[in-house]
């Protein structure tokens, strides 16, 4: 790893996730959602930066608009740490947000968990990775797999997680112009609660559904009409409980097509997919982004 100096220099990235299928298998006694699915990173990321404040308040240099900014994930994410370890540092958080908010990609809880991540490292707490996945979970389902930081086949709430490799490719991603609330997505009558479980080997045979489709396209038309407008070029998924849909490409060629042919319509991103979340990648690398 690099020198403290370039450590607190370096941006460290927060990437989105794609799910890519989801199952509901069943649910907890506290309502919460039994869930089958497979996580994938892509390159596309927040990138944060981290100021020393000696006063050790933990503090975020631009709120985000809408977010209270001791409810940021961000800040929860510090905060839980100092006290995990009873560490008395401060910091100042930096966020350039890149990635959509509310869209299935999971950027809060990416944001939250390179937080665990960097800032045990920064403050030299040795967390194990384990460790930092359970802080995690109490601020949200979705952080253990990008403080895990690797592709992965998931049970529980996304807890349960087992490393596992698919295949690396190019993606386009659109980012319909509305919001999905999970919780009411995940509130709703007709939602399939009570789907077989499946193996690995299930999914890797083609098993790849996503549970939430049909409520997510009955109650969001725009996210009907980017699948519909997205399978044009390639199988289009939802990721998560949208609203972002996403298609893969084996082929640059086809993906940039795909990419300028649906830029007049639609806000798309074009990115490739990766099972090693490049937060760990530029970890292991040494490769900091200052
Ligand atoms: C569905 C997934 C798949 O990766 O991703 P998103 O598309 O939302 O990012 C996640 O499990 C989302 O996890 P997370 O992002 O932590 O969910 P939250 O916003 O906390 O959940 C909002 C509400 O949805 C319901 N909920 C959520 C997850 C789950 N497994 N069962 C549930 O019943 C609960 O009522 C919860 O209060
Ligand atoms: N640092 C953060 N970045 C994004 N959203 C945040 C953050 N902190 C709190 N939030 C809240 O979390 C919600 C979900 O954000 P996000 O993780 O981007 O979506 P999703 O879970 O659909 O992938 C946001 O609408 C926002 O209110």
Known sequence: M?????????????????????????????????LQTVFQFVELADKIRFHPDASGRVSLKHPLPGVAEADDLTVR?????????GCSEGVCIEVEK???????????????????????????LHLSTEKLMELGLSLGADVPIF???????????GEKIQAITVSEQWVVIIKPDCHVNT????CAEGLTRDSKSIRISDFTAGQQQNDCLDVVCQRYPSVKDALVDLSEFSDA??????????????????????????????????????NESPLFSMMKSGDFIS
């Open 237 to 274: 998924k939802l990721t998560g409980t949208g609203a972002c849909v996403f298609a893969q490409f084996d082929s640059e060629t086809n993906a940039i097509s795909a990419y300028q042919s649906l830029k007049a319509k639609w806000q798309v991103y074009l990115t490739k997919s990766v």
């Open 147 to 157: 403080a895990f930081g690797q592709a992965a086949w998931a049970e529980g709430v």
């Open 77 to 85: 994410a510090a905060n839980l740490l100092k006290a995990a370890t």
């Open 2 to 34: 690099g020198t403290k100096q370039a450590l607190w220099a370096a941006y460290w990235p927060a990437p989105a996730k794609l799910n890519l299928m989801l199952r509901i298998v069943g649910r907890r006694a506290d309502g919460y959602h039994l």
């Open 183 to 186: 919780k009411e997505i995940f």
């Open 98 to 124: 890149k990635l959509p908010m509310g869209g299935g990609l999971g950027g809060g809880s990416s944001d939250a968990a390179t937080v665990l991540v960097a800032l045990n490292v920064l403050w030299g």
